[in-house]
């Protein structure tokens, strides 16, 4: 049967091989063939900057960074699960198109510069025949099996990358350099087709992961604090609320301010939950609490909430036909679903909330559906601050070993394992942590080794970055050479495009024999699949009790 569409790009992808009919996520092969035409105008892009380097000129610097903000828009709405609308891709499209051919202009007519002959630098189609264009355009169009693998496992990486560069922008940070080399890279994979050299760039790509992750953390820290030891509520209080999902700390902040005096909580979901470690968040008394689980459960947790819900970045399911909770969502940044009213942001980096207000005084208040409390905020700071007593429990042999337990969560059956794996360590093993993997074990009672929990957990998905700080400053305490040489092992679940920066990232710092699942992903050919078992120690998920004894010695 020919195929509707074409996506491998996450975990969940049909048959571990690629979605063909329609999307697991949800997205349409309308959706599909827009993302596939984005992806192609930016390459456009990348292949001008590419023969043309920076010049000085405060127009043109001008311009150049107005196309980096466009290139990480773009790339972040094409992340899984963040933008379901096609009409506002077709936008980002068209906006595209422009911007390339004013780049053109500036390449070609100001600076004298010629450029190839190329479709990706010259086409122009109508909306009716975007689908026609994307499908000659998109993935497949690479007939080569590991040229593809290894070009789709770069782009996953920028499509991650980009979304921290957003972020940190978000909060007054910028790292240019690090914008460069995303659109570069995406004229290189246009015209580079040597499997060597783009097994080079693959591995570029983390070590520039790496900075945009450091960025990230610092536009958090220096925005909101370090963050702190916290406890967080699940429950909910008898207070009218919203609901605020998704990764960007602006936009809590933002939120919050407006909200502060409408005798309303807000509550965070899913990855939004580490929002209550960062002591300038935590000082806003209407930050209720966390409501719900991950990502995937926000069908039956949205309609258990009554008050509106904010979309803040990607980890959208689309709501089933008789859903109630529909009319009450919005969404901001690079998401969009058709129907939901989308939030703009002004030229100074502000958005209105009232609406969201308003219908929240409409809104019965939310329903509990659990109650407790979890415990956060272990980044690289806090960690550090308690060195002396994590090291003396390594010593001592009360802590035996730590495993890395950080990435994403996801409805796969097979994702138990998790929760499973978790119950089954040691009692002198340690789960450190970050991302919405954690809510697979974040609410069992694992008990603390000497006042240490058995669960430290670092953020959100970019703030696995802490966890390579944390093992960095574990290996220079114990004077070793190699941080493999550290008692830690990594088990760490996957699912979307942050994930697979984070893991490019862990490679570029010498991290080793990291175990993936629930399982491989599908953009991975077998000949670069053996590569990176080869050198990097690779590896897949077994059994709990086969990997308690390869990763723990049980």
């Known amino acids: 049967m020919e195929n ?95 911007i390339r051919d004013t780049f053109k202009y500036r390449v070609t007519n100001k600076k004298g510069i010629e450029l190839p002959k190329l479709d990706v630098l010259d086409w122009h189609c109508a909306r009716e025949q975007y689908d026609e264009k994307a499908q000659n355009v998109g993935i497949l169009a690479e007939s080569n099996e590991d040229i593809r ?72 820290t220096t925005a909101y604090g370090n963050p702190e030891i916290t406890e967080v509520n699940i429950g909910v209080g008898n207070r009218l609320g919203i609901l605020i999902s998704g990764h960007d700390l602006n936009d809590i902040e933002q939120l919050l301010e407006q909200s502060k005096d409408a005798g309303i909580d807000i509550y965070t979901h899913s990855e939004m939950l580490p929002a209550h470690y960062y002591p300038r968040l935590k000082q806003y008394s209407h930050l209720k609490g966390n409501y719900g689980n991950a990502w995937w459960k926000q069908r ?74 979890i415990v956060g905020g272990f980044a690289h700071e806090q960690v550090f601050a308690l060195a002396d007593k994590v090291v003396e429990a390594v010593k001592s042999g009360a802590i035996r070993k730590f495993v890395v337990m950080a990435g994403c969560d996801g409805r796969m059956k097979s994702r138990e394992y998790y929760t499973e794996f978790a119950k089954a360590l040691p009692k002198d093993c340690v789960i450190l942590t970050a991302g919405c993997a954690k809510y697979k074990y974040n609410k069992l009672a694992l008990g603390d080794i000497g006042g240490i929990p058995r669960v430290l957990d670092a953020g959100q998905c970019n703030d696995s970055y802490s966890l390579a700080l944390i093992a960095l400053k ?68 077994s059994t709990v009790e086969e990997d308690l004894k390869l990763l723990i010695g049980e």
């Open 300 to 373: 039956e947790e949205f309609e258990a909430f009554n008050g509106p819900i904010l979309f803040t970045t990607n980890c959208i399911v689309p709501p089933i036909a008789n859903a109630t909770y529909k009319e009450r969502v919005f969404t901001t940044n690079s998401t969009g679903f058709p129907g939901w009213k989308h939030i703009p942001v002004d030229a100074n980096g502000k958005k209105d909330f009232s609406e969201i207000i308003a219908l929240a005084k409409t809104c019965p208040a939310p329903k509990e559906i659990e109650t407790g409390k």
């Open 149 to 220: 693998s290894l070009k789709e496992l770069t782009m996953y990486g920028l499509k991650g990358m980009a979304a921290y560069l957003e972020h940190a922008a978000r909060l007054g940070q910028a790292d240019d350099d690090a914008n460069e080399f995303i659109l570069q890279t995406l004229g290189q994979l246009v015209t580079c087709n040597d499997t060597d050299e783009l097994t080079a760039l693959t591995l570029k790509t983390g070590e520039w992961g790496v900075k945009a992750m450091a960025l990230l953390d610092k536009a958090n």
């Open 4 to 98: 509707k569409m074409f996506c491998f790009q996450c975990q969940e992808t049909a048959g571990c091989t690629g979605c063909k009919v329609s999307g697991v996520c949800g997205k349409t092969p309308q959706v599909a063939h827009a993302q596939d035409l984005l992806i192609y105008v930016l390459k456009g892009l990348g292949v001008i900057a590419n023969h043309h380097q920076h010049s000085c000129g405060h127009d043109y610097c001008d311009f150049r960074k107005s196309v980096h903000a466009f290139v990480n828009d773009a790339l972040f709405c094409t992340i899984t699960n963040a933008n379901f609308d096609p009409e506002s891709i077709y936008a980002r499209i068209e906006k595209g198109l422009e």
């Open 474 to 541: 574990l290996k220079e305490v114990f004077g070793l050479d190699d941080v493999n040489q550290l008692p830690i092992a990594y088990n760490i679940a996957w699912y979307e495009q942050k994930a697979v920066i984070v893991l490019l990232a862990l490679l570029s710092l010498g991290v080793k024999n990291i175990h993936l699942g629930p399982t491989l992903p599908a953009f991975l050919s077998p000949n670069v699949a053996k590569v990176l078992v080869e050198n990097f120690g690779i590896g897949g998920i």
